[in-house]
């Protein structure tokens, strides 16, 4: 059973244009949701990350947008770049600390 | 200031073998952590450690096996390896539970 679902699984975007991935989780539990962004031969980076209190934050670029009720959060990448080319992990933390990965968005941005 | 470090960067075995994968965590992080990253997939978890105890285990058989060390240092050993057993190995730490999870460069297994 997959507990955190992404999509989709590839995406390709002008430069300038917005990117969105969306993601759904099963698990009411999940007390943490953050998302990492990966290059080929690079471990994850986390990029932002938001508790479930909160409906939406941003940094930069970059804004995660929670919605507690239908159990689904996404993030949106404002003004897309071609070095924000890379793989993009929705996760979500529960209680015993350990992190759930959705299966990756491969991000493209065409120059 | 140093991230976590993981060690070797690559590795290749032959199946049957034993393989022991090691893990320094960001300086004051006291949790430690491991997944695995097959091609096209999101890590999955394997094993937390906390202050050197084992906090959680994912679903891995086992021939999966960590500990911590006292400088919060970790190493992850796999017997028997198996050619499903090719994959990112990743390290991840923390300052303790439930807070942000810092990921190493990860060590690339091989099994042929």
């Known amino acids: 059973q997959q507990q955190v679902k992404q999509s989709p699984q590839s995406l390709i975007v002008q430069k300038g244009g917005i990117s969105i991935i969306n993601c759904a989780y099963e698990?009411?539990?999940?007390?943490?949701f953050p998302w990492y962004q990966q290059f080929p031969g690079k471990g994850p980076a986390l990029l932002i990350a938001?508790?479930?209190?909160?409906s939406e934050k941003k940094e930069g670029r970059f804004t995660i947008s929670f919605n507690k009720s239908a159990k689904q959060f996404s993030l949106h990448i404002m003004d897309s770049q071609p070095g924000d080319s890379a793989t993009y992990f929705c996760a979500a933390k529960d209680r015993d600390d350990k992190i759930i990965f959705g299966k990756g968005t491969r991000l493209h941005i065409l120059p | 200031d140093a991230g976590v470090t993981q060690s070797p960067t690559h590795l290749i075995k032959t199946r049957g073998q034993q393989v022991t994968l090691r893990c320094s965590p960001i300086s004051g992080h006291k949790s430690v952590s491991w997944y695995q990253q097959v091609l096209g997939q999101g890590p999955q978890f394997i094993f937390q450690y906390y202050e050197k105890e084992e906090r959680g285990r994912g679903n891995f058989p086992d021939r999966f096996s960590a500990r911590q060390f006292p400088n919060y240092s970790s190493e992850l050993n796999v017997n028997a390896l198996l050619l499903g057993d090719s994959a990112l190995y990743l390290c991840?730490?923390?300052?303790?539970?439930?807070?942000?999870?810092?990921f190493g460069q990860g060590t690339r297994l091989t099994v042929v």
């Open positions: 698990n009411t539990a999940f007390d943490y």
């Open positions: 991840a730490s923390s300052l303790g539970v439930g807070v942000e999870a810092f």
């Open positions: 938001i508790r479930p209190d909160v």
